[in-house]
């Protein structure tokens, strides 16, 4: 780490509210579906939704930090309501490049589930508003939308955590969530 890194040495407050607006934020990431392409079990349920206007499947908001192991990154994710065939609307999902930081995640507003992964563990963890979840180092995570209104939740992470996407595009995870029958439905996931 450079010695020359400047940190952020005076506290200060947002205002976060159950939307995801985070005031002030210094960056957004908006994700198509198409940006998460081949991710969906449904390949066709995919290819279609993707052609039909190619929806905003979820927003990142974020105030940045430095990347250090001692400032804490706080973001929003508003994960939008819908699904690709039967499965819902979710998060491309990813390791921290640096595997040993760890992240919390508290939920503002809807219904969702964070998916957990590391080697051939799986967990999920319900999330509403008011709860707060613990993401351990070493998992991959993503969060999937259950509801029928926007899921959304703030995350707290480690400024030098970082996001690596590859292994998850190569590997997937090994539970998608689905709706069948009119029920929420973790499943094995079925490989596109
Ligand atoms: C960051 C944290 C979240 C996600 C966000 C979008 O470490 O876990 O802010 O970035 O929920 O998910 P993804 O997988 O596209 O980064
Ligand atoms: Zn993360």
């Not at 029928?148 to 995870?173: C, M, N, Q, R």
Request: with cysteine; aromatic share 8%.
């Amino acid at each position: 780490m450079s010695a020359s890194i400047e940190l952020t040495d005076l506290p200060f407050g947002l205002l976060v509210d159950e939307r995801g607006e985070l005031r002030p934020a210094t960056s957004k990431v908006e994700r198509r579906l198409s940006q998460m392409a081949g991710m969906y079990a449904d390949a066709e349920a995919e290819r279609a939704a993707i052609a039909d206007g190619d929806p905003l499947v979820y927003e990142v908001h974020q105030y940045d930090m430095p990347q250090h192991p001692g400032e804490l990154v706080v973001c929003t994710t508003i994960l939008h309501a819908g699904k690709v065939g039967e499965e819902f609307f979710m998060t491309k999902g990813h390791y921290h490049e640096v595997r040993d930081r760890g992240e919390v995640y508290y939920g503002l507003r809807g219904e969702g589930v964070l998916v957990l992964a590391r080697n051939d563990a799986a967990e999920t963890v319900p999330i509403g508003p008011g709860v707060v979840a613990y993401v351990p180092p070493h998992w991959a995570h993503r969060t999937v939308n259950t509801g029928s209104e926007p899921f959304v939740f703030l995350a707290v992470y480690p400024g030098d955590a970082g996001h690596d996407y590859g292994t998850i595009e190569t590997e997937g995870f090994p539970q998608s969530v689905v709706a069948r029958d009119g029920a929420v439905l973790v499943t094995r996931r079925e490989q596109a």
